[in-house]
T-cell receptor, first 111, second 110 residues
Framework: DAMVIQNPRYQVTQFGKPVTLSCSQT?????MYWYQQKSSQAPKLLFH???????NEADTPDNFQSRRPNTSFCFLDIRSPGLGDAAMYLC??????????FGPGTRLTVT | RKEVEQDPGPFNVPEGATVAFNCTYS??????FFWYRQDCRKEPKLLMS???SGNEDGRFTAQLNRASQYISLLIRDSKLSDSATYLC???????????FGAGTILRVKS
């Protein structure tokens, strides 16, 4: 029973073409996170929602945006993907910032 | 200096071996510590939390040394299925977020 679901699992987009990645959860957790992970690197936190409060990391490029229309769903929008944005994008959830549960990730390729 | 540092490995060990990983963290205010396991092209999964008194879960033992700011993971009787990347994770630093190390690669061979 998947608890954190990410769609699509694989996404190919063209340079500069906007793309949206989605995450949904059945855990009713109040915190949702988006991480970027490049090959052989640690997951890097982009931003998170604590309930409806959006928290952006200082070094997250403006090219990355997020929306959380309700508790269950969270979206990552990349407005103009560059080649350097090719990575695995991981969504995670938690209750009040405790143990985080990760989704399977979306692997983004930029051509 | 990175907030969480790990030896990237890879550690190549035979089945049945005992292997240990260390991790150091820079923020003395960190409050919680974890080991996550990540298989190739998969998401990280929590392996175990790390407590000051040390804790054990089957073949896995984790220890925390606050004075020296390092965390260790010991795997006994390694199995082929233990092959993965092990991520050291620290919480409670700046912004009370999870900070991940880059991971240590373990390869267990028959």
């Amino acid at each position: 029973d998947a608890m954190v679901i990410q769609n699509p699992r694989y996404q190919v987009t063209q340079f500069g073409k906007p793309v949206t990645l989605s995450c949904s959860q059945t855990l009713n957790h109040n915190v949702m996170y988006w991480y970027q992970q490049k090959s052989s690197q640690a997951p890097k936190l982009l931003f998170h929602y604590y309930d409806k409060d959006f928290n952006n990391e200082a070094d997250t490029p403006d090219n990355f945006q997020s929306r959380r229309p309700n508790t269950s769903f969270c979206f990552l929008d990349i407005r103009s993907p560059g080649l350097g944005d090719a990575a695995m994008y991981l969504c995670a959830t938690s209750t009040d910032g405790y143990e985080q549960y990760f989704g399977p990730g979306t692997r983004l390729t930029v051509t | 200096r990175k907030e969480v540092e790990q030896d990237p490995g890879p550690f190549n060990v035979p089945e049945g071996a005992t292997v240990a990983f260390n991790c150091t963290y820079s923020n003395s205010a960190s409050q919680s510590f974890f080991w996550y396991r990540q298989d190739c092209r998969k998401e990280p999964k929590l392996l175990m939390s790390v407590y000051s008194s040390g804790n054990e879960d089957g073949r896995f033992t984790a220890q925390l040394n606050r004075a020296s700011q390092y965390i260790s993971l010991l795997i006994r009787d390694s199995k082929l299925s233990d092959s993965a990347t092990y991520l050291c994770v620290v919480k409670g630093g700046y912004g009370n977020k999870l900070v991940f190390g880059a991971g240590t690669i373990l390869r267990v061979k028959s």
